[in-house]
């Protein structure tokens, strides 16, 4: 087993540990739906925030816990198989893997365990709560991003086909 075939597991374990010891932390110290400021100074901006969640990202869609929770099996699963070709020195492609896989996961396992819902504890004053496993996804997410702009083939630039004007047309064709 090569280096590079580790960065997936050993990034989504830690993605996976992150995520369930601070949500395991905020359940056991904080009681739901209430706030505990952790820095007095930043209490305006960023408090812990002990809230469950049903819905995907920002609480969107609760009804369809059922959905999401096959949707985190489907995306590790191709993550997992995709993960196999991905050719030797994208080191930053399988990076990313590994963060979305991680916060997979990690909310997977909590709608598992808790009856469809993730706990949610971060809350940035202008931003809606949430966890690790959602910043590893949208860490991973950007990052691919970022390498697929990148990488990306750049469009080659061809001459442009000049079209003769219509006096041209006549002087060419003889007619007058």
Not at 33 to 44: A, F, G, S
């Amino acid at each position: 087993m090569k280096l590079r075939d580790l960065i997936l597991p050993v990034v989504a374990l830690a993605v996976l540990i992150a995520d369930q010891v601070s949500k395991a932390w905020a359940i056991e110290n904080i009681p739901l739906n209430t706030t505990r400021e952790i820095i007095p100074l930043l209490k305006d901006v960023f408090v812990l925030t002990h809230i469950t969640n049903s819905g995907a990202a920002f609480g969107m869609f609760p009804q369809l816990s059922l959905v999401f929770t096959f949707v985190a099996l489907a995306v590790s699963f191709f993550i997992v198989i995709y993960y196999r070709s991905i050719p030797a020195g994208q080191w930053l492609v399988r990076l990313s893997l590994g963060l979305q896989l991680g916060g997979a996961i990690g909310n997977l396992v909590d709608r598992l365990r808790f009856g469809g819902s993730v706990v949610d504890l971060f809350y940035l004053r202008f931003w809606p709560v949430f966890n690790v496993a959602d910043s590893a996804i949208v860490c991973g997410v950007v990052l691919l991003m970022w390498h697929l702009m990148r990488t990306s083939p750049k469009p080659e630039v061809s001459p442009q086909t000049v079209m003769p004007s219509p006096e041209e047309k006549t002087k060419s064709s003889g007619t007058d």
